[in-house]
């Protein structure tokens, strides 16, 4: 098979991870007899400084032309305390989803047996927690009017959502839904925001068509706790943008195996896949950041893009066996060796 | 002294747990020779049902004319999966808020060594946590103008923040620190939102008028991570409302102590004294519910609305001691006898 693959590697600790990525998936194209062709796309600060523009149209293009879209990290520390930045890595994330229409962000987290002592939460409270959530990406708040009004002493931000967006989210929840325990929960704020209202009475409103899923309706504030208390009571959780954002990032901690967790971006053009943490800018350069994200970004590529589930699956079972036999990064290492970013990428690429 | 107080016992367990901080406060008026006012006022679901609305204009001049308003919960479950009704029990929360001018909501979160084993976290996360959040409640998108548009089929809210708002809920969040350790964190969404960049920019001007306050600037979804994983690097938060709501409730569950947790709302005619916990309408009526929070909230009331330290302290030693013998509700009895909500309030004022 080719696969025509559009590569962004990112600022900080983005190209380093992207890197072992890509060893591993050239080594498994090699083992399964596939095509892989690699076109890079500059992103973020490095495109800022480049070209002037965190995502320059060559770099959409680029995307546009792919099958899929591998992502590091993006971000920069100098523009966060600067809010009169006009300029931002982050508006060039923002701009990539609205353009490429990636509306459903997907984010699994789940536990690595071996892991579990790293989560900040007791034992008997992450055990078993295997969970999903689709978060809407290319509405709300985050693409809705903005601006200042009254010589800069106000500010306003809007959020919109029609009944076709969340319609387009609710749907892949409620299918992820059938595939697993077909429960579903949505997440909203639906005692305050009229967005929210819409969200719910268009949930319940799809309920009938799936008929074997069981469907909660949470507030994000109870959600909040509850993922802390109990999240293995939890299934696929749906949610808007900028909830999506806060829980997303709240449950990926606790697991204890942040630098593991992947995700997908489903998109209307293409669909990306890129590890949930940041560009994590103290560690840039140092080749001693967790590569696993981004390796297991790539399974999941494989697998939802390309329909290659056996390489998915290969890549999954390595990275297992990396952390049973210690091959990890110093954020896993604890008391053992701890291995250079690189060279966990040469460990997984050679026992493809 | 004389101490006129508003009593808005509210919806489900409201009622019990209000019960019992009267009885406590009435213990330390008489103890400490004050004369205690209270005047009861409708609000809620309870008020639905009696005058069709949630904040009845009585209610509120009972509140206006009191020097502080001791409230239990608002809340009842056959409003929340009717994405159309038109008079919700919240709503009535929301106009109090507003009519009352309650712009800051301070919600402590620390630990009772006894207790610190009931956290989901582990102890070495947990241990030394005594943070304080400071939430913004008149302001947002909580106030902003929202509807629908297309038939139904597009919603809409409004976030709005003025300079004035954001400095009115800083300078009280600098304050608070200079009382504590000195450090202060500006939680926003800068990378995003319009408002939150105003907010940023307003609180980096402040920091002159405090040379001593050392301020950090952390993204929401950043500090949704750090609460779980290390909470006790927080002192202050600040932050808006939306987010706040958020917050509040996941800091709230790290400490195990949620039934513990007292609120204050400083407004600009009274300030409101309220346990963090809801409604817990599966619990209404029982004599199950934990009464400490609202007895905390008490004490909480009587050393910041009438500068009563020496009974405040009172208040939280007697509490303490419940703890420390066992005198405590289903929810921390373990394996122990557990006492019902009235007799942990009857001993706790006999103790007074
Ligand atoms: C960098 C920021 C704009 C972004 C977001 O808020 O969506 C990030 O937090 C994320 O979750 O991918
Ligand atoms: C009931 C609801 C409107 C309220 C809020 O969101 O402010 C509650 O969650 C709270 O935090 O007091």
């Known amino acids: 098979m080719k696969l025509n693959i559009a590569l962004l590697a990112g600022d900080g600790i983005g190209p380093e991870v992207i890197d072992q990525a890509v060893k591993v ?30 995502y320059p149209d060559s770099t959409h293009e680029i995307c546009m032309a792919a099958d899929a879209v591998l992502f590091g990290a993006i971000g920069h520390p100098r523009f966060d305390n600067d809010p009169k930045a006009t300029v931002r890595p982050e508006q060039g994330l923002l701009k990539m989803r609205q353009k490429l229409g990636l509306f459903a962000n997907v984010r699994p987290t789940f536990t690595f047996p ?11 409270r992450i055990e078993g927690t295997d969970l999903i959530i689709l978060r809407e990406l290319t509405g709300g708040i985050y693409f809705g009017e903005r601006g200042r009004k009254d010589d800069g002493n106000t500010a306003f931000d809007t959020c919109t959502y029609t009944r076709a967006e969340v319609q387009r989210l609710a749907k892949l929840g409620f299918e992820m ?24 009475e268009t949930v319940q409103d799809m309920e009938k068509d799936f008929p074997e899923v069981t469907v909660s309706y949470e507030f994000v504030d109870a959600v909040a706790m509850r993922l802390v208390q109990w999240p293995n009571s939890y299934d696929v ?3 808007e943008n900028l909830f999506g954002d806060i829980l997303t990032d709240e449950a990926s901690v606790i697991s204890g195996s942040m630098g593991l967790m992947p995700s997908a971006s489903i998109g209307v053009h293409t669909s990306l896949f890129e590890p949930i943490h940041g560009s994590y800018p103290q560690a840039a350069g140092k080749d001693i950041a967790n590569p696993l994200a981004t390796v ?37 290492a604890g008391k053992n060796k701890a291995y250079k970013t690189s060279e966990v990428g040469d460990w997984l690429a050679k026992n493809i």
């Open 25 to 54: 998936s050239n080594a498994v194209a090699k083992k399964f007899n596939h095509e892989i062709t690699w076109t890079a796309g500059i992103t973020g600060a490095a495109a800022i400084d480049e070209v002037g523009e965190p």
């Open 114 to 124: 071996s892991l579990i002592d790293n989560s900040p939460l007791k034992r008997e």
């Open 177 to 200: 839904a059938m595939t697993r325990s077909k429960r579903l929960c949505c997440v909203d704020k639906a005692n305050v925001l009229e967005t929210s209202r819409l969200w719910r």
């Open 237 to 239: 959780l749906i949610t």
């Open 296 to 332: 297991l970004s790539a399974a999941m590529m494989f697998e939802d893009a390309f329909g290659l589930k056996e390489e998915a699956e290969l890549i999954r079972e390595v990275v297992n066996k990396s952390l049973a036999e210690g091959i990890v990064t110093e954020d896993l």
